[in-house]
């Protein structure tokens, strides 16, 4: 079953009963506290914490999503992707888990002939919330088991971490249960999601919207702040990952809409997928950025060094040099894969198509200028590798880190990268220390020049006491969500 067909399937099972179908809201967050969207709730927030009125109680959405967290998992584990699609159905105050519960069964088990998925039975395993046997949701737990027949030794149990539901950002959350698939022994070891999570696939998330939580650090730190007006449901359902299952394939950057911009990038670099694990990660990446870098810029991102801007630059700088590891050269491809990016979606997405010319400008722009950060870089990074590996050490100076970044453009993500994959890290700490050097010198000769006196030595103080300020520029930028 091809993407855009589980997607219909999908909303028109809700609307049949009585949900509203909402079209998919912009990438860039309008929600403050976000940067880009990673859960098909955000444009409702609103509605679950009372804010705002919903036109609607019931409502279902095929919601665009990009988690930049998951960057580092992408084409190592089967089913993470930066941008992928979330499948909801929501309540606001309406129906709560006696009939969510039910609705994502019925729809995942209903045969293909009538408008479900087709999936067996006898291939989900269900999990709820519990932190032990006497804190556990047994309100679920007993609709999974009595109401829709699920065996007791197929519901699992799971803690705050996985089965506690939070934006990590403060706003509404709630207990939830979700729904796996279970790909067979081949894929791994026996005994449910909580023995193996590879072999177990999470599919569906079902949140029992109820609680809203405030500001505090971290997700366990979250206080809970007391009850939300209404008890709402919100459910996300990985579309990349229900198509994977759905087409038999192995892994989300084989489906229909991704498969083939990986086909794409094999042919133009002369590799064969599935032959060299290495290479086949940098397929799988390059498939999966070069996807998200197109639905960025067609909402309208552009790259640049911060905040929504950086999310891009960075996704389409990883495509671009995983190209490079399979051997790109000097050639350009970008172009290429954009154009089979844009065709793969268009389907789904007609406003890739009419967006073609401006979507093409931007990324190949950004390709060119980044070709030519790497040619002159990689040379100086080469070096210094080389430097340190000479002296038998494992760590490259934060002072090269620094210089690669400053003189040559290299963003410390590059550098921690391309050193990984020479088995080297990187002195972060010194580096940091070096930036944040950099940045107060910047505002002391700004300060300077405004007042005519190039006396800096009350700067330099100051730099002495806050010198070792953090550098938090990767994860600033990165909207918080799991
Ligand atoms: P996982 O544990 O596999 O990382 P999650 O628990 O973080 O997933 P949720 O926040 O529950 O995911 O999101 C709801 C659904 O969205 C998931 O059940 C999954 O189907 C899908 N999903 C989440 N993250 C990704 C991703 N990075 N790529 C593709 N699909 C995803
Ligand atoms: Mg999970
Ligand atoms: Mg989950
Ligand atoms: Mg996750």
């Known amino acids: 079953m091809e993407s855009a067909e589980i997607v219909r399937r999908f909303l ?24 880009l969207v990673p859960a098909g709730m955000v444009p409702f927030k609103p509605y679950f914490l009372g804010q705002q009125k919903p036109p609607y109680t019931k409502a279902a959405s095929a919601q665009k999503c990009v988690r930049t967290p998951d960057i580092d998992e992408v084409g190592k584990t089967t089913r993470h992707a930066t941008f992928f699609q979330m499948l ?13 519960i039910p609705y994502g069964w019925e729809l995942l088990t209903r045969p293909e002939s009538e408008g479900g998925f087709g999936i067996p039975e006898s291939k989900l395993w269900v999990t709820v919330y519990g932190d032990d046997e006497k804190v556990i949701d047994t309100e679920a737990r007993d609709i999974w088991h009595k109401k829709v027949g699920v065996p007791l030794d197929r519901i699992q149990r799971r803690g705050m971490v996985d089965n506690f539901w939070s934006m990590g950002v403060p706003g509404p959350c709630g207990p939830c249960s979700e ?6 022994p081949e894929y791994g070891r026996e005994g449910g999601p909580n023995a193996d999570e590879n072999r177990y696939i999470e599919l569906w998330n079902l949140v029992f919207m109820q609680y809203e939580r405030g500001p505090g650090p971290g997700k366990e730190g979250y206080p809970i702040l007391g009850e939300l007006p209404a008890k709402n449901i919100d459910t996300g359902m990985g579309l ?17 809409t991704t498969y083939k911009i990986l086909d794409r990038a094999a042919e133009l670099t002369h590799t064969r997928y599935g032959r060299d694990a290495r290479a086949d990660v940098s397929l799988r990446v390059v498939a999966d950025h070069v996807r998200s ?4 810029v067609n909402d309208g991102v552009m790259p640049g060094n911060e905040g929504r801007g950086y999310v891009l630059r960075r996704i389409l700088r990883r495509a671009i040099r995983n190209l490079r590891l399979l051997g790109a050269g000097d050639d350009r491809y970008m ?24 979507i093409h400008t931007v990324i190949d722009a950004e390709e060119a200028s980044f070709l030519s950060t790497l040619r002159t870089g990689t040379a100086i990074f080469d070096a210094a590798a080389e430097e340190t590996k000479r002296k038998g050490a494992k760590t490259l100076g934060g002072d090269q880190a620094f210089q690669l970044h400053d003189t040559y453009g290299f963003p410390i993500d590059l550098t921690l990268e391309m050193a990984a994959e ?23 000769d700004a300060a300077a020049k405004k007042s005519g006196n190039a006396d800096i030595t009350a700067y330099a103080d100051i730099l002495g006491s806050h010198g070792n300020s953090l550098f938090l520029g990767y994860d600033m930028v990165s909207a918080e969500a799991s």
Request: hydrophobic share 40%.
């Open 12 to 35: 028109r099972f809700f609307e049949e009963r009585g949900h509203t179908v909402v079209p998919s809201a912009n990438l860039i967050a309008e929600d403050p506290t976000l940067l």
């Open 88 to 100: 909801g159905n929501f309540s606001f105050g309406d129906y709560f888990k006696e009939q969510a």
């Open 179 to 184: 729904i796996y698939f279970d790909r067979g």
């Open 240 to 256: 990349e990952r229900l198509a994977a299952v759905l087409q038999g394939v192995d892994n989300i950057y084989e489906i229909d």
């Open 293 to 296: 870098g197109v639905m960025l």
């Open 335 to 358: 172009h290429e894969l954009t154009d089979t990016a844009i065709a793969a979606l268009g389907e789904q997405y007609s406003e890739l198509r009419t967006d073609a010319g401006r």
């Open 422 to 444: 020479q088995g080297l890290s990187v002195d972060e700490e010194g580096f940091r220390r070096l930036m944040a050097e950099q940045r107060q010198r910047a505002k002391a």
